[in-house]
């Protein structure tokens, strides 16, 4: 129970954060005045007044203002409290865009969780509750009180991980990336939920992990069909077979005969583009996935797959561009 309160405080204080912030300015009354720009303190009384309208023409103003100082103004505590708004108003869908905004403009971890979290309950309420899937009780819980949206995010977490489970389990058994990158997608959304409601990622940092070694063994696997195909094809390639006599060699000798390499045709060509254009697209693909896949992750947890695409691509390129035009003579 102590811990469970000390989490609590925790969410309120980043809620509160996400709500108040917009105080914590560099530029406040002065400069506002003298811009015609509303003030932080104004726009936080009509908020508090529930003035939820003006609140949004405030805002506008700031946001839309060329001016210097309405440019250094903190955007995420500003699209966090316009979003907010939006959510008073039932407008659950702007409120969500808002809210995905806000954490574009984030940079603190959890104030990013916070704002994703957030939009992801604007996108699953109806009038403003939200109603529990998998969660018990199933009653209809009031998201409209950003201090007690605790128990919304605790309901939302629940359900989102319950219905994360067969995307899943799809993407670690598929053998293409697209089914990885669309489970590693989700997992986000519901990773941005565990945090704010539980302060904690520790479950979908787990299935993340799971995620990126199969995403590393699908990569791994198809490196290692592409090897194989390139060297084949530069084995079949420089096979030397019997060819024609060249003009003015006077006619086959029965003792020799000429040789040439057997080269390249169109189907091998389209085989090793098609390599290429594999390999070019696993290598930003792996840095993508080694940067994109939870706090836990590096840059090396992809480097080995990233340094044989891009060996695999100039090996295939050379093959590609070699040359086949060589004869030889050579004793029957």
Known sequence: MRRRRGTHLSRVNVMRRAILSVAMLLVCGPLHAASGLPSMDEIRRLFDEKKYRETLAAIAKITSSPLKDAKAIDRYGLLMLKGEALFQLKESGLARDVFNDAADEASNPKEIALARATARLAFRSREALYTPKHAKPNTPISVLDPNNRNAAFDALLADELFDLQPTIKTALASKTLLDVAAALTATATVNAVELTATGSDAKTQKLITELKAHAKDLIAAELKRLAAQIDQISQT???????????????????????????????????????????????????????????????????AVVTEAERLQKEAHTVMQANYNETRRERR
């Open 237 to 303: 390639a420089n096979q030397w077979v019997v060819a024609p006599d060249p003009p003015g060699a006077g006619g086959r000798d029965r003792n020799w005969r000429w040789m040439e390499k057997r080269g390249l045709n169109s189907r091998q060509r389209d085989q090793l583009n098609e390599a290429i254009d594999t390999c070019k697209q696993i290598v930003p693909a792996a840095q993508q996935l080694a940067s994109a896949m939870g706090k836990k992750s590096t840059g090396n947890d992809f480097a």
